[in-house]
């Protein structure tokens, strides 16, 4: 095609290339051009071998078009120089409507003129020179440029820009782009964004300062909720802040404080991480609604307040929520009195039918106070058993060796020949509690019928008492074992603690007293033993000695101390008697009581540091065994470490601060060795898909597996490897963590993280999994098992879109390849509209060819036999006819 503007000379010849330059050079004309000449300029241009010719007889000196045939023309060529100024051409001319032409929508003829700029008669229909990019502007009379396209023509000549939808503009790339506080939609046109909460599919549809999860416009950080008032993102309670003593980076009644947004003080963190009222604060002048909790004690009877959740939760035959099903399998809450209630700690939420309530979990029992502590024989640690038993070799056992356990009425009763009172005469079966009581001279008592007298003469005599038990004088208590007299109860003497010795004779198969961790043993002087507790004459005939003389006489052999020597078995359990001192074992700490306990390991809880295990480098950090600011820690070295890329000083002795395995120390970074890599929790290890020779622990990650001789996804049939995030990802369909945040700190197991783009979603009952990885709205999963952009989403390149529906990235748009496609959400593919190529299958089948074009047209179309090529065209089936945008058959 060859344009002449008026005043140019038109060829009576074939025109060559020479003259190209003359033809171009006069384009500025076009300024003086009417708007029909210049649309019939640009009418010119779709009709092959066609010039736009002046007239030199004609005295008006108009354009008309005029077909030129000649083989040696590239009439392609020119063609597409047309394109690249057809819009300043036609948009260079101030619109006039003076009646003539049609109108945007009537039919219309080829070279027939249509109103509006922008506007041409395209398959019979006066529309949008480009469809795809435009849309037509009912208050300005023309097509406008549709959000994210082009809207700036540059040539060597010109640079025009079109007008652009309402609400965008024309940036400086020449694209058109919405206005601050809106989004491009799918069609191309400019919405407000969606405010906090609202429905979205990407990032761009959501206000400042939110993203979009999930479907919902949500605050972008985690830990963070959006404020209504502020209309802002704010920390919550514990998180992380920037602007030390200010109050705008976190929720209301929060000041940032060392990093972290704490509450001022009368304030207390709520379940929501907000700072409202605490327990016990006043709360009548604001009607109980800015409480921290919202289950503080609405039924009392029912609830306690526990210190370490800061909740209220309900008690053993308390109301709770019980998970269940309704009548479409869908899981829903169920409680008696409100929507949400947790047990007590050690206390399940169980199932009445028409109610839920708390029971302790097997292996508890109910206390008094409606909580539930271990059984008996169960694990335990100190004074965490049932009131009615005693922790030892932490097992829940009898407080005495002359009990055994009834689990029938869940409690200690005595043996046939042990003491019983009358406030609780429980005995074993077959037995009773009698008052007429004879002793015999070891010590021990014996139990006699009303009718029946004992036949043995023996002689009354005093019983010895034990830990616990009653007493006048310390001559009561077994002071052969450290007790003495205290408050009319046998009590271990200051300094000692009660213990289980359960080893010697039966008579001392009880509580005997030891040294606490932090008190004085080793050497101990008579004139010191004897003052330690006093000496009185007692009348057993076991026993007619002093207690003075009984110790240096007798028991002198059994305390290996009272002759001068240390003594580390008469120091508390898990200690050693150094210095002069009982001390504490290296892997144990000694806790308030005077006991030694072991040390905590990684996230256990801590109140201190020397409660965690600094063997493994850890410190105590918010009441946790963590690992030093960092520094990560090794699961499998059991330490905390440098991570890869931590500073770290080659020629440091200090062995708590090395780099991490199979890492050195090079440029004062950490770095892994060769043939190792960086894994995501900061340790080196053998990357995906490399060698690792059988051993899984050398993997650079803890989700991967050595399977066939190299590092592989644990669960290939669910995974895929992400290069970007160094992790194994969920495949859509494939198990995930709802919370993978907490399920990593706790070290339950090593969450499933989905992969980009797909959140984790509660599965539907045909399900292998409880949760399940979903695309996120506005994507699909492609053939790798990845969520890839669907049609019309946003997208940087064509491996963004998606491939099984073909679609490529164009304008950052994901659309189809062609403008003559159109998209079928249905099939979710690239369908041919009317007029567009098809694959005819017969004409392919018969010539055994492959023509690489869409097989399938739109709805009510089918693909039409093309004798003179090897594809057809989509045509409307037998009593349809095309749109006017042609895109379907109506």
């Known amino acids: 095609v060859i344009l002449y503007a008026r005043g140019s000379q038109s060829p009576d010849v074939n025109p060559t290339n020479k003259g190209l330059h003359h033809y171009f050079a006069n384009l500025h004309d076009h300024r003086h051009m009417t708007k029909q000449e210049s649309v019939l300029l640009l009418q010119c241009s779709y009709i092959k071998r066609a010039c736009c010719l002046t007239t030199p007889q004609n005295s008006n000196n108009q354009l008309h078009c005029k077909m030129y045939s000649t083989r040696s023309f590239n009439y392609t060529l020119f063609s597409l120089l047309i394109f690249s100024i057809f819009l300043g051409v036609i948009t260079s001319v101030p619109y006039s409507d003076n009646g003539s032409g049609k109108k945007y929508g009537d039919r219309c003829e080829a070279m027939e003129y249509c109103q509006g700029e922008l506007v041409s008669c395209q398959h019979g229909t006066c529309t949008c020179f480009t469809p795809e990019d435009m849309i037509y502007d009912d208050q300005s009379h023309g097509c406008v440029v549709l959000a994210g396209r082009k809207c700036e023509i540059n040539s060597e000549i010109w640079k025009v820009s079109v007008n652009c939808i309402e609400g965008a503009f024309c940036d400086e790339k020449g694209v058109c782009v919405c206005s601050e506080g809106s989004y491009p939609s799918f069609n191309g046109t400019c919405a407000n964004k969606k405010s906090h909460k609202e429905s979205c599919s990407n990032d761009p549809e959501c206000s400042k300062a939110l993203v979009c999860i999930g479907g919902t416009c949500s605050c972008d950080k ?17 998180s992380e802040c920037e602007l030390e003593d200010e109050e705008t980076e976190c929720v209301p009644h929060a000041i940032c404080r060392q990093g972290r947004c704490v509450c001022k003080q009368g304030y207390a963190k709520s379940t929501t991480g907000k700072c409202d009222l605490g327990f016990g604060s006043d709360c009548n002048s604001l009607g109980g609604k800015l409480c921290a909790d919202i ?18 939760v309900s008690i053993v035959y308390g109301p709770c929520t019980f998970p269940k099903k309704d009548f479409f399998g869908k899981k829903k809450n169920v409680t008696g009195i409100y929507d949400i209630q947790k047990c007590i700690k050690n206390a399940l939420c169980v199932d009445k039918g028409f109610y839920s309530e708390c029971e302790c979990k097997p292996g508890y029992v109910q206390t ?25 070799n932490n097992q829940c056992n009898c407080q005495d060796f002359l009990q055994t356990y009834d689990p029938t009425i869940k409690e200690c009763v005595g043996l046939v020949g042990s003491r019983c009172s009358r406030d609780k005469p429980n ?23 009303d009718q029946h007298e004992d036949p043995l003469p023996v002689s009354p005599v005093k019983r010895l008492s034990f830990y616990g038990e009653s007493c006048e004088v310390s001559s009561d208590c077994a002071s052969h074992i450290g007790l003495i007299c205290s408050n009319s109860t046998c009590l271990c003497s200051s300094g000692f603690i009660a213990r289980l010795n359960p080893d010697k004779l039966l008579e001392s198969k009880t509580t005997e007293c030891v040294i606490r961790a932090g008190s004085k043993c080793g050497i101990m002087e008579p004139s010191d033993a004897s003052q330690s507790i006093e000496s009185e004459e007692y009348s057993s005939r076991a026993y007619k000695r002093t207690f003075t003389s009984y110790i240096w006489t007798k028991f002198k052999k ?41 040390k905590r390991t990684l996230f256990q809880p801590c109140g201190d540091n020397d409660h965690c295990r600094s063997s493994e480098g850890l410190v105590c950090n918010q009441e946790k065994c963590q690992c030093k600011r960092s520094m990560v820690f090794d ?45 995501s929790d900061g340790t080196c290890g053998v990357a995906y898909g490399k060698s690792c020779n059988g051993k899984e622990k050398l993997c650079s990650d803890i989700q991967l597996t050595c399977r066939s001789g190299s590092c592989q996804c644990k669960y290939p049939i669910h995974q895929i490897y992400n290069e970007t995030l160094k992790q194994c990802l969920s495949k859509p369909d494939g198990p995930c963590e709802p919370n993978p945040l907490e399920a990593n700190r706790n070290m339950t197991s090593f969450p499933y993280n989905c992969v980009p783009f797909a959140e984790c979603k509660l599965s539907n009952e045909s399900s292998a999994f409880e949760h399940s990885c979903k695309c996120k709205k506005g994507y699909a999963e492609s053939q790798v098992g990845e969520c890839v952009s669907s049609y019309s989403a946003p997208c940087n390149e064509d491996d963004d879109c998606d491939s099984v529906a073909q ?84």
């Open 222 to 238: 985690r830990g963070q909720v959006y404020d209504e008032t502020r209309q802002a993102c704010v920390a919550v309670v514990d």
């Open 295 to 312: 289950y503080f004690i609405k039924h009392p009877l029912h609830q306690v307040f526990d210190e370490r959740t800061q909740e209220c």
């Open 368 to 392: 008094k106070a409606g909580t539930c502590a271990p059984g008996y024989l169960e694990n335990c640690e100190a004074d965490e058993c049932d009131p009615t038993l005693f922790c030892r």
């Open 427 to 449: 005995c074993v079966e077959f037995a009773s509690c009698h008052w007429h009581v004879k002793a015999f001279s070891n010590g021990l008592v014996r139990t006699f019928s």
């Open 558 to 598: 059994s305390i290996p101390f009272l002759d001068g020597e240390v003594s580390n078995s008469h120091c508390v359990d898990n200690s050693r008697c150094f210095q002069g001192v009982c001390t504490c074992l290296p892997e144990y700490f000694q806790d308030y009581r005077g006991l030694c306990l072991k």
């Open 635 to 679: 699961r499998v070295a059991r330490k905390c470490y440098l991570p890869t890329g931590g500073i770290c000083d080659a020629y440091s002795s200090d062995i708590d601060i090395l780099c991490v395995r199979n890492s050195e120390c090079s440029n004062d970074r950490c770095v892994c060795l060769d043939g190792f890599t960086p894994s």
């Open 807 to 890: 679609l490529s990235c164009i304008n950052g748009i994901c659309s189809c390849p062609d403008k003559m496609l159109s998209f079928d959400w249905t099939k979710r593919k690239c369908v041919g509209i009317v007029g567009a190529r098809c694959k005819f299958i017969q004409l392919e089948r018969l010539l055994s060819m492959r023509v690489d074009v869409p097989t399938e047209c739109v709805e009510n179309a089918i693909c039409v036999e093309n004798v003179f090529r090897l594809d057809g065209r989509c045509q409307c089936k037998s009593g349809y006819k095309h749109s006017p945008t042609y895109e379907n058959c109506i």
